[in-house]
């Protein structure tokens, strides 16, 4: 099936102790679409968080594993935010939404 992916914002200024909110839309032609989401932060090797998610079942807002502590990942088809709170000066950089239509 068919997958496109539209990441917003393209790109985000914040300053220090904010909240930054990023969105990565998800379109699949099938509408029982399994999907893998990783967030990938300045392209590397590990997944800062990564789940599996049914394309019509929305997901509450849930933690991302220890290596990312205070980040939160949330599903609502089609659209998932991933939530990092109160950010500091290493946290910035490039955040890759990376999708897998699982077969």
Excluded: H
């Amino acid at each position: 099936g068919a997958l496109r992916v539209v990441q917003e914002p393209g790109e985000v200024q914040v300053t220090a102790g904010d909240t930054v909110a990023l969105r990565c839309q998800v379109e699949v032609a099938e509408s029982g679409a399994v999907l893998r989401m990783e967030w990938v932060k300045d392209g590397g090797l590990g997944a800062l968080c990564a789940t599996r998610l049914d394309f019509v079942a929305p997901l509450p807002p849930a933690p991302c594993p220890a290596r990312a502590p205070g980040v939160q990942l949330g599903w609502q088809p089609p659209r998932a935010t991933l939530s990092l709170p109160q950010v500091r000066g290493n946290d910035s950089g490039r955040y890759l939404c990376r999708v897998t239509l699982e077969i």
